[in-house]
């Protein structure tokens, strides 16, 4: 497996993969164009020459950092793609110099097993909620808030599918 940058020929792949998740209500539907206009943000894990997940990294401020559109294939979920995906946006994030990342998630565990905490919704700036104005489910939000402080105290962890560190 091999996790990169998106490339335009990602972006239709990206999109299903996302908007599956979408028509089962784990994550908001995004358009095409929407891919499009955001692709530079989105990191791709391939095998075998398909696309097989993605997620975004999108800088929210100079101090905070979201990672979005975590999707996974259905057959190739708990493989450690997502892992390998969360671990290309953290070092992306401190190759940037932000110093923290959150995410807005269905599964606070994942997150949780490498290394981000839960957090109060409330306690995550208003910025944060840009996609909540768009969100049918914005006044009975599901999803629980996790963050990741990085730093120079970050040790590695060794990440057996890409068998390269993962910070947590």
Known sequence: MNVRNARISDA?????????????????????AE????????LVAEQDGRTIGCCALEVIWSD????????????NRGK?????????????ARALGVPRVFALTLEPGFFERVGFAVVRKEDLPMKVWS??????????????????TLGAGDAPVAEPVLQRSLWG
């Not at 891919?35 to 989105?42: G, P, S």
């Not at 905070?64 to 294939?73: F, G, N, P, V």
């Not at 104005?133 to 990741?148: G, L, S």
């Open 12 to 32: 239709k792949v990206i999109c299903s993969l996302i908007n599956y998740y979408a028509e089962h209500d784990k994550m908001l539907f995004r358009a095409l």
């Open 35 to 42: 891919i499009y206009e955001n692709l530079q943000t989105f």
């Open 80 to 92: 450690g793609v997502g892992t390998a995906l969360v671990s290309a946006a953290l070092e992306q």
């Open 64 to 75: 905070l950092a979201e990672i979005k559109s975590l999707a996974i294939q259905a057959e």
């Open 131 to 148: 996609d909540c104005a768009k969100c049918p489910k914005q006044t009975e939000c599901d999803e629980t808030a996790v963050i990741r």
